[in-house]
């Protein structure tokens, strides 16, 4: 990720509509603000949680309350909890998480 076209700027999320996309098993709530070449991005997931699509795209993605567990396209898996933090570039598989107690997330992309 190179971060370009970005001026210094705080973000106030409370000025950020989030908006709430169903899952087959639960939904995400998320606050997106995009910058110059890069997606910024809070989301809560339910509890019961499981994305219904696997993504390519690369992320950083920080853990900031519950537990959520990634898995990737090959079959790795992941469980992170508070404070845990997991890389994935775009070309090393594509993954999806779930929740099965709710988390809250910081994601950059």
Known sequence: MKL???????IDWSRIKPTSHPSEHGSVTVQVLEVGNVRIRKAEYSPG??????CPRGHVVMVLEGEIV?????????TLGPGDTFVVDDNDGTHRSSSPGGARLFIVD
């Open 4 to 10: 370009e076209g970005i001026p210094f700027q705080s």
């Open 49 to 54: 949680y499981v994305d219904a699509n696997w």
């Open 70 to 78: 990634m898995e990737l396209s090959d079959g790795r898996r992941s």
